[in-house]
């Protein structure tokens, strides 16, 4: 545009900021670090990774990986509550192992949490994992009704 035109551009709107939410679910356990357990921005979950902890001894639960996998996916069923969401609304998961050979055990526990219509998922297998912990599932989720 040179000089001698004249811009009839409107003046852009000022669009509203989405608003950020630390989520905290009491039967959940604390987290371990300088973390929250969830955050909600807009109309998103993003669910920092259980571990699995009983949330009283803040002690690893035992029976293995897939002890620990059904704890981690209870209390991220805790925290999805506490935002106002259920585990139907997750669209994906990481699931960190410490060693793979527990893949097959963990993916029976999973089932038992996500029914149908699975949320995407990756998983790997990490070199260690906070408090010696075999599993450790995070999570985003939608919020609304499904």
Same mark, same amino acid.
């Given at each position: 545009?040179?000089?001698?035109?004249?811009?009839?551009?409107?003046?852009? =709107?000022?669009?509203?900021?989405?608003?950020?939410?630390?989520?905290?679910?009491? @039967?959940?356990? =604390?987290?371990?670090?300088?973390?929250? +357990? %969830?955050?909600?921005? #807009?109309?998103?979950?993003?669910?920092?990774?259980?571990?699995?902890?009983?949330?009283?001894?803040?002690?690893?639960?035992?029976?293995?990986? %897939?002890?620990?996998?059904? +704890?981690?996916?209870?209390?991220?069923?805790?925290?999805? +509550?506490?935002?106002?969401?259920?585990?139907?609304?997750?669209?994906?998961?990481?699931?960190?192992?410490? #060693?793979?050979?527990?893949?097959?055990?963990? @993916?029976?526990?999973?089932?038992?949490?996500?029914?149908?219509?699975?949320? %995407?998922?990756?998983?790997? +297998?990490?070199?260690?994992?906070?408090?010696?912990?075999?599993?450790?599932?995070? %999570?985003?989720?939608?919020?609304?009704?499904?």
């Amino acid at each position: 545009m040179n000089s001698s035109e004249v811009c009839t551009c409107k003046a852009k =709107q000022k669009v509203p900021l989405a608003s950020k939410n630390i989520i905290y679910s009491p @039967n959940a356990p =604390q987290p371990v670090g300088p973390y929250s +357990q %969830a955050v909600v921005f #807009d109309k998103t979950v993003y669910v920092s990774g259980c571990l699995g902890l009983n949330k009283d001894t803040m002690k690893l639960v035992d029976g293995g990986a %897939a002890a620990e996998a059904r +704890q981690a996916l209870t209390s991220l069923g805790h925290i999805l +509550q506490a935002a106002g969401t259920t585990y139907a609304n997750v669209l994906k998961t990481t699931v960190f192992l410490e #060693d793979i050979t527990d893949f097959a055990s963990v @993916n029976e526990v999973y089932r038992e949490f996500f029914l149908k219509e699975c949320p %995407a998922r990756s998983c790997y +297998q990490v070199a260690k994992l906070p408090l010696g912990a075999k599993v450790e599932v995070e %999570a985003i989720a939608g919020i609304g009704s499904n």
